[in-house]
């Protein structure tokens, strides 16, 4: 049977059944692939990134051991979006001024309160 490439593409998020190889995504059953905010919309520090590749980790495992599916990438995307939204709410994660986007599609930024 021919392995089938699913992805799953929010805001930040792109997930794909697939291995990174030469830079080329080859479809795989088993395996995810996490693109992480592929417009550069946010300043992710090595903390951040870790955190939410962690995240993603937990997702997958919660998943379980079942057939990836259109559903299961879909879940998994949105969940990660909400977790992102966190980190900027808490001010873990903030946008990013020389982004090519500037929506401020989580939120608008946090700013310091003035005494």
């Known amino acids: 049977m021919a392995e089938t490439l699913l992805k799953c593409t929010t ?9 990174v190889v030469n830079d080329d995504l080859v479809a795989s059953d088993d395996q995810l692939t996490l693109d992480l905010d592929p417009d550069n919309e946010f300043l992710w520090s090595d903390s951040t ?10 997702l997958v495992e919660a998943a379980g051991t079942g057939e990836l599916s259109d559903y299961t990438l879909r879940r998994i995307g949105t969940d990660l979006e909400g977790f992102i939204r966190q980190l900027l709410q808490a ?4 946008y990013n001024p ?10 608008l930024p ?5 005494l």
Do not use: Y
């Open 110 to 114: 946090r700013t310091p309160e003035l």
């Open 91 to 94: 001010g873990e994660l903030s």
């Open 49 to 58: 990134v870790s955190k939410v590749q962690q995240q993603f980790k937990t």
């Open 11 to 19: 805001r930040h998020v792109r997930l794909f059944t697939a291995l």
């Open 98 to 107: 020389d982004g090519r986007v500037q929506n401020f599609s989580m939120g």
